[in-house]
């Protein structure tokens, strides 16, 4: 069954703190695994894609990495307005299968 | 581009009422599809279409219908709400249907159903 587990669930840090959110998964051949950010009482916003493992992304402070069994989102020095909830999704046929996310709070 | 556009923003129910959820992309986007989002649980995917006419069911379809007549626009209606089926619904598009992941949300609609 394919299936997306993310962790930890929520996460605080000091502005400056660089830390990492895990996503692992397992999916019957992966055509790709999605970064999303979610603001309260917002929809998900597309960050990152990868498609094979060893690949990165990197948008300002975040890079997003990939193996054959899990990502990560590193976050460097971040900054409270990196607060939010991410998102890791994987496509299986013509779906996403979504993750529950972590949440990620980050204090001055 | 107002991008993907849903309405209403909130919307109160009684069991057994029905209503129309609105979903509109001005992107030209072949791929659509509607997801609720529950605390706990993530996001979901209800109904997808990959084109005009073309509709199939995700993972929870159960008590929605849907129905693609134009590229534009792709409702989603509840036939006889249940409390059950209290929850924000987010619909969202992309370019094309192999390009599934990099999917542009609405900003959702929160639903309760007393």
């Known amino acids: 069954e394919d299936q997306v587990t993310q962790s930890p669930e929520a996460l605080r840090l000091q502005e400056g703190e660089s830390s990492s959110l895990n996503c692992s998964y397992t999916?019957?051949?992966?055509?790709?695994l999605f970064w999303y950010r979610q603001d309260p009482g917002k929809g998900p916003e597309f960050l990152f894609t990868?498609?094979?493992a060893g690949e990165e992304k990197e948008k300002e402070r975040l890079k997003a990495t990939l193996t054959k069994k899990e990502s990560f989102l590193h976050i460097t020095a971040p900054k409270p307005e990196d607060s939010a909830t991410y998102l890791c999704?994987?496509?299986?046929?013509?779906?996403?299968?979504f993750g529950k996310g972590t949440t990620l709070s980050v204090s001055s | 581009n107002a991008g993907v556009t849903q309405t209403p923003k909130f919307q109160v129910l009684k069991t057994g009422q029905s209503m129309t959820l609105q979903c509109a992309q001005d992107?030209?986007?072949?791929?659509m599809s509607w997801y609720r989002q529950d605390p706990g649980m993530g996001l979901r995917l209800i109904h997808y279409?990959?084109?005009?006419?073309?509709?199939d069911q995700g993972e929870v379809p159960n008590g929605y219908n849907v129905s693609r007549s134009t590229t534009e626009d792709f409702p989603l209606r509840l036939l006889s709400a249940a409390p059950s089926q209290t929850s924000v619904y987010f619909c969202?598009?992309?370019?094309?249907?192999?390009?599934?992941?990099?999917?542009?949300f609405g900003p959702g609609t929160r639903l309760t159903v007393t």
């Open positions: 992107m030209n986007h072949e791929y």
């Open positions: 969202a598009s992309s370019f094309l249907w192999d390009r599934v992941g990099e999917q542009y």
């Open positions: 999916v019957s051949g992966l055509r790709g």
């Open positions: 999704a994987v496509q299986a046929g013509t779906a996403l299968i």
């Open positions: 990868l498609y094979s």
């Open positions: 279409s990959v084109g005009a006419g073309i509709t």
